[in-house]
C-alpha cells in the first residue's frame, strides 16, 4: 500500500532530502521549510534558528534528532510538552570557516556521530564537536561494518580511524571517478563508482 501524502498536508515545502523513523514509529523528514515530523495522524514543522534548508537527518531516539544544514548541524531535543528545540553543536569559530557548506550526511559510529559536508567532516562525542583533518574536500561518507570510509575530492579511498585519515593502499585510481557507495564483500568492499562500475577490494 502506497500513500502520496502532497505538500498541503504536511504543510512542508516541496522538497525532502532525507527520512528517518524513531522507536516511537515517530516519522522525521529533511525538508526546505525545515524538520517535519509525523505521529501517524498529525504533521508538525519545527524551523531552524535561521530558517534554513534542513539537508540531513539521523533520528537517535525520541528524544535526540540530529540535522545538518546550512553552514550548520545540531540537534533536537524534546521538552516535556512534547515540542522540539533546536541547539546548534558548532563552535563560533568553527562556523565561520564554514561559508557556503551544507551538511549532507550523518552518521553514528562507535558512540560518536558523524556530520560531513564536501568540505568538513565533525565527529560528536556528547559533548565537543572536533574536525577531522584534510587539506582536501570530501565526498560521500560511508559506514561498512565496523569501519568509517570516505573519499577525498579527486582522491582515493580513505579509512577513518580517530581524527585521522588512513589512505587505502591502491585506490588512487579512483580519483578519475566519485565513489557513490561501498558495500562489504567476502575479504574486502564492493566499490561502485559513478563513470567507472564496481571493483572489489581485497587486502
Not at 157 to 176: A, M, T
Not at 193 to 203: A, E, K, M
Amino acid at each position: 500500500l502506497v500513500i502520496n501524502i502532497p505538500k498541503e498536508t504536511f504543510k512542508g515545502d516541496n522538497k525532502n532530502w532525507a527520512i528517518d523513523q524513531d522507536e516511537r514509529g515517530y516519522i522525521y523528514v529533511a525538508n526546505n521549510s525545515g524538520l517535519l515530523q509525523f505521529d501517524g495522524v498529525s504533521w508538525k514543522s519545527f524551523t531552524l534558528p535561521q530558517s534554513t534548508i534542513v539537508r540531513s537527518l539521523y533520528v537517535k531516539d525520541n528524544r535526540q534528532i540530529y540535522t545538518g544544514s546550512f553552514e550548520d548541524f545540531g540537534v533536537w531535543t524534546r521538552s516535556c510538552d512534547g515540542s522540539l528545540s533546536y541547539q546548534s553543536l558548532l563552535s563560533e569559530t568553527d562556523r565561520k570557516e564554514q561559508h557556503n557548506n551544507d551538511f549532507w550526511r550523518i552518521l553514528e559510529f562507535d558512540n560518536k556521530i558523524y556530520f560531513q559536508s564536501f568540505s568538513s567532516i565533525f565527529i560528536y562525542d556528547g559533548v565537543n564537536s572536533t574536525p577531522v583533518s584534510s587539506s582536501q574536500g570530501f565526498l560521500f561518507l560511508s559506514k561498512v561494518g565496523n569501519e568509517l570510509y570516505v573519499q577525498t575530492m579527486n582522491g582515493g579511498l580513505n579509512r577513518i580511524v580517530g581524527q585521522v585519515l588512513e589512505k587505502l593502499e591502491g585506490s588512487d585510481f579512483l580519483s578519475n571517478t566519485d565513489v557513490r557507495i561501498i558495500l562489504p564483500y567476502p575479504k574486502g568492499l564492493l566499490i561502485g563508482t559513478s563513470t567507472q562500475g564496481f571493483f572489489s577490494y581485497v587486502n
